[in-house]
């Protein structure tokens, strides 16, 4: 973001058929930008942006000639009232390629109460990437591709989460503000699961792969998991744990760390559809009829709702 003159990103492009000349450019008083198509791996594109004055910031030129991007079945432009209404109270950092939208719901009147009742609220930040957006077009979940997406948590969270799980007094929900947040929390636990095999293991094999929640070995309990995440932070003298996790959950997943969750509603054939259906298992559909039948909101700027964690089956 912070590359001046020239700079390629991986995109998704619109109606990406419309696209005929090798090079588009876009004209303002300020600024010409330029964007050319490097090559193209299925639906994702690499574009090389170049522009004029070069000693300007990607950051700056999308500040200038870019716009807010609001969902398109909204079917109109974005307007200045979204610079604050698609984008959460607390956010704090740019990066992301979308806002989490769980996060809209909450207001400053909302932490106000949540407040007042004593709850513990924390913050991660989360560079929502492009696998958002993509749908599963493949016959199996297990031939999609999941896109891995930056996080990036304090050793305090960490500690916050250890005090949580570990105290069975408090009978307390660790409840998860979106999905990205819920992958999250539960990717701390397969990184601690991977730091308790060798606490001198390089941060690059503490990202979490697509399947490794399906195939590392399970019998570490959240509080332990997480104690191992908390003692490789400190051995390596890290404060703000900066990852990547490609973790996708499915049904058959279990929960590790949260047992709730706060989402909006998503669309069929998503992986943001089959991580509810792994949180709440069967009743997701009971859950998606009702919402259907008394005409709930959909999608980033809809109506919300709050999961929890399917209990296990003990008879």
């Known amino acids: 973001m912070m590359k001046t003159g020239c700079v ?15 090079t588009v450019s876009i004209k303002t ?44 079945y909204l079917k109109r432009e974005s307007e200045a009232i979204d610079v604050g209404r698609y984008q959460t109270v607390y956010a704090a950092q740019q990066g992301s390629v979308a806002a989490p939208t769980a996060g809209l719901h909450f207001t400053k009147e909302i932490f106000e109460k949540l407040q007042a009742k004593q709850a513990i609220v924390d913050y991660v930040t989360l560079h929502v990437g492009a696998g958002t ?29 250890i005090e949580q799980t570990s105290n069975k007094q408090t009978n307390k929900n660790i409840i998860a503000v979106g999905t990205t947040s819920l992958r999250t929390i539960e990717s701390l ?12 293991v390089p941060i690059h094999e503490l990202e979490i792969k697509q399947w490794d929640a399906y195939q590392l070995q399970q019998s570490l309990t959240a ?18 744990l900066v990852c990547k996790t490609q973790l996708i959950i499915v049904p058959s997943y279990e929960l590790r760390i949260a047992n709730a969750l706060i989402t909006n509603f998503h669309q069929p054939s998503s992986t ?44």
Not at 8 to 22: M, S, T
Not at 137 to 155: C, D, G, L, P, Y
């Open 223 to 240: 509080t332990d998991s997480l104690n191992c995440l908390l003692a490789w932070l400190r051995k390596n003298k890290i404060e703000k």
């Open 272 to 315: 943001l559809l089959l991580l509810v259906a792994a949180v709440v298992g069967a009743d997701w559909k009971m859950i998606y009829d009702y919402a259907l039948e008394n005409d709930f909101r959909f999608l980033s700027y809809g109506d919300g709702s709050l999961l929890f964690k399917t209990k296990p089956n003990t008879n």
């Open 8 to 22: 390629e990103w991986e995109c998704l492009i619109g109606r990406v058929d419309k696209w005929k000349e090798k």
């Open 133 to 161: 957006f993509i749908p599963v077009k493949s016959e199996t979940v297990e031939e999609h591709n999941m896109h891995a997406e930056w996080i990036e948590v304090e050793q305090e969270s960490i500690v916050k989460l």
């Open 29 to 72: 008083a300020d600024f010409l930008l330029d964007a050319e198509i490097v090559k193209r791996n299925g639906n994702i594109f690499t574009i090389k942006f170049s522009w004029q004055p070069n000693h300007f910031s990607f950051a700056a030129i999308l500040e200038k000639v870019g716009e807010i991007p609001i969902p398109p």
């Open 189 to 200: 636990y397969w990184m601690g699961v991977k730091a308790n095999q060798n606490l001198d």
